[in-house]
């Protein structure tokens, strides 16, 4: 494909920072605590993320610097790659911690292979959408042979357990589904599979039960299974308007589980109050706004499913991030993409967002 080259979209990678920014300045704030008691080191958890954030950065730019349609040859070594990666997790290789095993050790840091996943998935389905968007409204030609390794994936990450992630590699995949064209009837029947499957997931699993029981009446159980969304309730309604002041939070002293990863968003609003929610939910609105863009100017069709499914991907994981630690859906364990701390999340979000300033390159509607 030869096009014109030109500029990357300077709003999405300008958002991008401004979103990095805060997640940085949030990590060291509703870490400082719980570093210095277990690693008698405060910026302990903050200097890890500052080196992804570097490494993320580098990929960023990296990417986004040759023509995107070279990724197409990556598409099957990629999903293979990450589907491997997904089952060395139950190896000996796999790193255990609150009850799952989701991280592979590398060294002194763990990595995350349902993250890769993430992006792997959206490149893979860009890659076979395309060859298959003449027979994408027939079941059996078109939308069966992607569910099934759309499945698989998802069987794949639930397996660790983590239901949250398959969650949003399952919307993503509906998503990309849904703009190739399929059949609404098609879309209809995946969507009823889809909530069948989640439902089985909460039986099968107590505490994914106790999850949707607590999210009901969080204040009926404020001991046990409501405390996390109690505690997070508590960070955002003490933050009012303008917040109780940077690093001044309360519940980063041990009283909200999880305070610099899933549930920061909680810490955030604490500090900075319904203003500082306010300019990060504009921000990822802004971002969804410029990454829809990108793929609706994209001059093919690879570009126009790829970036559609990368930002689909990190908005709405941001979306249930903060539904969650709103008390608006059951707690899930996934982070906050730019700003929960986590290494390989963060690498790979800002790798997805190299993908897009390069999509966004050639684009047809400047």
Not at 5 to 19: M, N, Q, V, Y
Not at 177 to 201: D, K, N, P
Not at 243 to 257: A, E, I, V
Request: contains cysteine; positive net charge.
């Amino acid at each position: 494909m030869r096009l014109k080259k030109g500029p990357p979209d300077f709003i999405l990678f300008l958002a991008t920072l401004a979103l990095l920014g805060v997640g940085l300045v949030m990590v060291f704030s509703s870490s400082s605590i719980t570093a210095d008691v277990e690693q008698h080191n405060t910026f302990y958890y903050f200097k890890k993320q500052l080196q992804w954030a570097f490494l993320g950065l580098l990929s960023m730019i990296i990417i986004m610097k040759f023509n995107y349609a070279k990724l197409k040859k990556l598409a099957l070594p990629a999903i293979l790659v990450a589907m491997l990666c997904l089952i060395l997790v139950h190896t000996p290789l796999g790193i255990g911690a609150g009850g799952s095993t989701r991280w592979l050790g590398i060294g002194t840091y763990g990595f995350s292979p349902s993250e890769l996943a993430k992006i792997c998935m959206a490149l893979f389905l860009a890659k076979i959408l395309e060859t298959k968007m003449d027979e994408i409204r027939s079941f059996k030609n078109g939308v069966l042979p992607i569910m099934a390794v759309l499945a698989l994936i998802c069987g794949l990450v639930l397996a660790q357990p983590d239901l949250g992630t398959s969650f949003v590699i399952a919307g993503t995949g509906f998503f990309m589904l849904m703009v190739a064209g399929a059949r609404w009837s098609h879309l209809g029947g995946i969507s009823l599979a889809g909530a069948s499957t989640v439902a089985a997931a909460i039986i099968a699993a107590p505490y994914r039960f106790q999850r949707v029981v607590a999210f009901w009446d969080p204040w009926k159980y404020p001991k046990d299974i409501g405390f996390q969304t109690i505690q997070s309730l508590y960070a955002l309604g003490s933050g009012g308007l303008f917040g109780m002041g940077l690093g001044r939070s309360r519940q980063k002293y041990f009283y909200l589980p999880e305070q610099h990863t899933d549930f920061i968003f909680a810490i955030l609003g604490e500090e900075l109050g319904f203003i500082g929610v306010a300019l990060v939910i504009s921000l990822f609105l802004l971002f969804a706004w410029r990454g829809y863009k990108i793929a609706m100017n994209a001059p093919d069709t690879f570009g126009h499913l790829l970036a559609a499914g990368i930002t689909t991907s990190i908005v709405f994981q941001a979306a249930i991030n903060i539904g969650v630690v709103a008390g608006c859906l059951p707690v899930t364990g996934i982070t906050l993409p730019f700003i929960s701390y986590g290494g390989s999340s963060l690498f790979i979000t800002l790798s997805g967002v190299g993908i897009l300033l390069n999509i966004s390159r050639f684009s047809t509607g400047r």
